[in-house]
C-alpha cells in the first residue's frame, strides 16, 4: 500500500547497522539539504560484519519494512554488509509484495560504478567487515561492469570496533590498520585505488594514508553514494515527485537513545535528538 496519504512528509530513510551509515547520510546530505531524511541505526542488533546471510537479510528486512511504514518511498542501506548479503533479495523478492512503487538502493553498485575513471594500474583493494569480503559482492559487481579490472579483497574485522570504541585515534589502531593493509599489498603490489568498503571506516583515514604508498587513491563511498542518489532522482522523476521538501531529519536507534547520541557525535559535528524504537518482527 502507499503510505504517502498517511504521511505529511515523505523522506527518503537511510539505513545502517549501527552508527557508520552517517557518514554517508551527511554526505547525502550536504548535496541534497532540502529533502527530508529518516535514519535508522540497528544498534541493539549490530555490528552486521560477522552475522550469516540469512540473519542480515531477515534484519535489513525488517528495517526497510519499517522505514517503508514511516512514510519513506525510497531507502538507502548504508551499510556494505546489509548492501552485500540482503539487498538482491529485498529487491527482487519482497519488493513486489511490500511496496512495488517503492525502491531499495545500496552503496556497492556506486561505489564500483566510478572505479574504471580512478584507477590507472585497473588493480583495487577492497577493505571491508568479514561479511562483505566473504560475500565477494564488489568482486561480482566489479567483473559485471570492469571485467578487465583485478580485485583483491582483505576483510579487517576489528576496524569497527576500534571506530565505535573510540580508539581509531589510539597506537592500537595503528597496529591493526597496518597488519591489513600490509597484508593486503604483499597480495597484490599495483593496487592503485583502495575501497574503504564500511562506512565506518572513514573515520581511520589519518591511520590508513599513514601505510599506504603516497600515489594510491582512497574511495571514502559517501561522496560516491551521494552523487549517484541525486543523479538517480534526476532520471526518476516519479520518485523525486514522491519526496518532499522541508529539511527534517529523524534519528531512530534500536538501542539506547542517549547513546546513539553521544556515539553520533564522532560522525556528525552536530548535536541530535534521537528516538529509540522497537523494530517489529
Known amino acids: 500500500m502507499d503510505k504517502r496519504n498517511k504521511h505529511k512528509v515523505a523522506p527518503i530513510g537511510i539505513f545502517d547497522s549501527g552508527y557508520g551509515g552517517l557518514t554517508v547520510f551527511e554526505k547525502i546530505r550536504e548535496q541534497m539539504p532540502a529533502y527530508d531524511y529518516i535514519y535508522l541505526g540497528d544498534n541493539a542488533r549490530s555490528p552486521y560484519g560477522n552475522r550469516s546471510f540469512e540473519v542480515v537479510y531477515k534484519f535489513t528486512r525488517q528495517a526497510v519494512f519499517h522505514l517503508f511504514q514511516?512514510?519513506?518511498?525510497l531507502v538507502i542501506l548504508a551499510c556494505n554488509t546489509a548492501s552485500a548479503k540482503a539487498l538482491r533479495t529485498i529487491q527482487m523478492r519482497d519488493l513486489p509484495h511490500l511496496n512495488p512503487f517503492n525502491r531499495v538502493l545500496?552503496?556497492?553498485?556506486?561505489?564500483?560504478?566510478?572505479?574504471?575513471?580512478?584507477?590507472?594500474?585497473?588493480?583495487?583493494g577492497v577493505l571491508g567487515t568479514?561479511?562483505?569480503?566473504?560475500?565477494?559482492s564488489y568482486t561480482i559487481e566489479v567483473a559485471k561492469m570492469f571485467p578487465h579490472?583485478?580485485?583483491?579483497?582483505?576483510?579487517c574485522p576489528m576496524w569497527v570496533p576500534l571506530v565505535e570504541n573510540r580508539e581509531y585515534d589510539s597506537p592500537g589502531a595503528d597496529y591493526f590498520i597496518r597488519k591489513h593493509l600490509d597484508r593486503l599489498f604483499t597480495q597484490d603490489a599495483d593496487i592503485d585505488?583502495?575501497?574503504?568498503?564500511?562506512?565506518?571506516?572513514?573515520?581511520?583515514?589519518?591511520?590508513i594514508k599513514k601505510y599506504i604508498p603516497e600515489q594510491v587513491k582512497l574511495i571514502s563511498q559517501g561522496?560516491?553514494?551521494?552523487?549517484?542518489?541525486?543523479?538517480?532522482?534526476?532520471?526518476?522523476?516519479?520518485?523525486?515527485?514522491?519526496?518532499?521538501?522541508?529539511?527534517?531529519?529523524?534519528?531512530?536507534?534500536?538501542?539506547s537513545a542517549e547513546k546513539f547520541s553521544d556515539a553520533a557525535s564522532v560522525f556528525l559535528d552536530e548535536p541530535i535528538h534521537v528516538?529509540?524504537?522497537t523494530i517489529d518482527a
Open 70 to 73: 514511516e512514510g519513506c518511498p
Open 193 to 207: 585505488t583502495l575501497i574503504l568498503a564500511c562506512t565506518h571506516y572513514p573515520l581511520l583515514l589519518d591511520k
Open 149 to 155: 579490472i583485478q580485485v583483491t579483497e582483505e576483510a
Open 106 to 124: 545500496g552503496v556497492i553498485r556506486p561505489t564500483v560504478e566510478v572505479l574504471d575513471q580512478l584507477s590507472r594500474s585497473k588493480h583495487i
Open 223 to 255: 561522496e560516491y553514494v551521494a552523487d549517484r542518489l541525486k543523479d538517480y532522482l534526476l532520471r526518476h522523476p516519479e520518485m523525486e515527485n514522491r519526496l518532499t521538501h522541508t529539511g527534517s531529519c529523524r534519528f531512530l536507534t534500536t538501542e
Open 275 to 277: 528516538e529509540q524504537i
Open 130 to 136: 568479514s561479511g562483505t569480503i566473504s560475500s565477494e
